[in-house]
C-alpha cells in the first residue's frame, strides 16, 4: 500500500515517525506494507534522507495510480479542499487532521468518498489522539446521542489550569503556554474558542447525520476569566472549563462553546492541564467519558495513522457514512435555557434587593471584598439579558454560565 | 438482516427493548433492517408478543440460512461455546456480552471467524457500554500498548466508594449493593477479582495480539479491605480501587488483579460508583482513558446492538483478527515489583527499629491508635514477602500495594 503525505510540518514528521517506529505492529495490523512514497512540501531536506521522497507538484500525486492513500496534514481551507477533492475523485482515500477542512466541507467530502467508494477519514481532526470519530461512527451507533460535551482545546484548559492552580492572571499564563509552544504567537484561534467551535460542529454533524455549521455555534473564549473568578470557582466547589457542547433541549438542538462552571465531581472536571474530555450521553449507554492527550505531534500523528491502517483494511469500502449534507437547524441561541454565576461591584448598600426584585430567587454565594455575587434561576439567555439591563448602574465584575 | 437471540435473561431484554427503541437510527446506521426472528430460551412467556418469536431448539437457528446474526446474552461456556462454533462454521456472525466465553475460548473463535468470513463480536464482555473492544482493535492500531489497567467491575467500585464515603465496613455494604441488585447472592465473582480478571485477559490479548490465559493472572479481591484502610488512603491522599492490569516491565509481560492505593489524582481514582473507567498507555498515543457504566441492562445491550450493526456491515468480511492462539508467557508473579502499603499492630515499642533494619528506607504513615504504618520502596513480591516474614511476632493488619 503506497501512500502519500501531503505537509511535513509537526503533524507529517509524526507521522512519518510513527509509521517507522512502529512498522511492524501497524503492518501486522493494516494486513499489508505501509510504504511513503510522496511528501508533498514546498521545502527542501537537503541532509534528511526523506528529501528523495518530496515532490513539489501535487499532480504527481494524484496522477500515480499506486498512491491508494493521501494523508493532509498541512491545516487551513486550501490547497487542502482542491487536493482532498481531487484525491478522492480519483479514487484515493483521504486523511486528514485538519478540522477547518473537515468543519467546513466535511459532509460534502464524504459524500465524494462515498459516491468513489473510498474513504475521507479525520479522527485526528478532533481530540488528537482520543478515539471520538470512530467510535461515534462504529461504537455508539445503537444510541440517540442526545449531548455531546467536551473539553476539546488543550491550549486553553492548560490556561485555565495553571490560574486555578497557581492562582495567576489569563495573560500571565498565556505567556508561559506561548513560550512552551502550546499556544500561537496569534492565540486567537484557541482563546477565543474557534478551534473548540470547528470541533464541536465535527463532533455533532457526526452524531446528528446532519450538517452543523460552524458558522451558526455562539462562541466565546476565555479571555474573560480572571484569578477572582477562580477563588470564587473553588469556593462553591466548581472548576472553569471552556466547554464545547451540543445537546438537544426542548426537542431542539442548541449548541455553544463558553467558559463554564461545572462541579469538581463532573467527570470533565479532572480533565486538566493540555487534556482533552469528550461526554457523550446516549438514550441507552448513558454517560461515556474519553480522555487523552488532545494535541501535539505523536497523539494526533497517532491517530492520522490508525486512520491509514483501517482505510488500508477498507479497500473499496466506505466506512463513514452517517453524516449527509441536510442542514441543522440551531436553536436560537436567545432561547437557550442557562444558569448564570453573577458578580457585581457592591458600590450600594440595597443591592441585593435590587437583584431579589429583579432576579427573584437567587442562590447568594459568599462574596469577595466589595463585591456582591450571586447564582440565578434557570432562565432564557434573552431573558437573563434583559434582568442584567434592569439592574441599577452598576459595574458587572463577570457572569459565567454554570453547569444546570 | 435476519437475527436470533440465545437467552431472554436482563441482557437479551435490554437488546429487544434498544432494537425497538432506537430502530430508526440503528436501522439508518445499519443500512438495512434488523429483525429478530428467534429467540431461544427454555421458558414461556405466555402474555407476552415476544412469545411467538421463542423457540426450544438452537437446530432451528443454526439451520435457517436466512439467520445471518445470532447474538448470546446467556453467559457461561456451556452451551454458549458449542452455539459460538455452530453458528461461526456455518457462515452466521456470533456476538456475545459473555466474558467467560470470551476469555476462554476468544482466540479459537475468532480464528473460526476469520476461516469463515464471518465475525465474532465482544464489545459487550467488558466494559458494559464502554466502547474498548472495538478501539482497541481499530483506533489504537498505530501504537504499541504497553500498558492497560482498568476498574472493570462496578460491583466492587461501588462497595469500595461506599465504604469510603461513608465511612462502612465491606459486609455492610456488600448486603446493601446486593440489596440494590448490584452484587449477586452469591458475589465471589465480583468481590473475589475473578470477573475483573477475564475482562483484563481479554483486553489484553486484544492489545498483545495472543492470548492471555486467565488462569495465568493473579487476582485478589477486595473482602480483606477495611473501614481503617480507607482513613489511611484518605489521609496520604489516596483511594483504594480494584485495579486490573497488564503491563510491560523490564521487556516481560506482567498482569494482576488485586486492589490498589493510588492517588486521588489519578485518572481512574474519579471512576466511582458503578462506573468503569479503562486506561490504556501507548507508546505513540501516551494516556487515552474510557469511562462509562460498565454493566446493566440498557449499556451493555448498547454495546451488543452496536455489534449487531458493525456485523450488518460487514457481511463477507471478517474485522477483528489481532488475537491469536500464540499463548502470552506472564512474568512470575513472584518477580514482579510492587510498592506495599503495611499496617502493623504495633505492641512494641521497638518496631520501627525493627521496619527499619529489615525494610531499609520507608515512608512512614501518620498511624490509627495503636498501629505503625509504612510505605515500603519497589520490591520484588518475594522479597517483600522475606522481609515480612523476617518481622518480629507482629500482627499485620493489611498490607496493600500502591502505585509507583
Known sequence: MKIALLGLGTVGRGVVEVINENKESIEKRAGQA???KYILDIREFADDPINKLITKNFDEIANDDE???VVEAMGGIEPAYTYAKSSLLKGKSYITSNKELVALHGAELLEIA??????FLFEASVGGGIPIIRPLNQSLTADEIYEITGILNGTTNFILTKMREDGRAFEDVLKEAQELGYAEKNPEA???GYDACRKIAILSSLALGEHVNFQDIPTEGITQITKEDMIYAEEMGYVIKLLATCQKQDASIFARVSPMLISKVHPLAMVNDVFNGILVKGNVIGDVMFYGRGAGKLP???????????????TG????SFWNRDKVELKDKKQVKTRYFVRL?????SIQNSVKEIFGTVEEVKSLNNEYAFITELDTEVQFAEKMNRLPELKVMNKIRIEK
Open 34 to 36: 505501509i510504504d511513503i
Open 67 to 69: 498512491i491508494a492513500i
Open 114 to 119: 462515498r459516491n468513489n467508494h473510498v474513504n
Open 190 to 192: 484557541d482563546v477565543e
Open 300 to 314: 494526533t500523528a497517532s491517530a492520522v495513522v490508525a486512520d491509514i491502517v483501517d482505510a488500508a483494511k477498507h
Open 317 to 320: 469500502t466506505n466506512i463513514i
Open 345 to 349: 461591584q457592591k458600590d450600594m448598600d
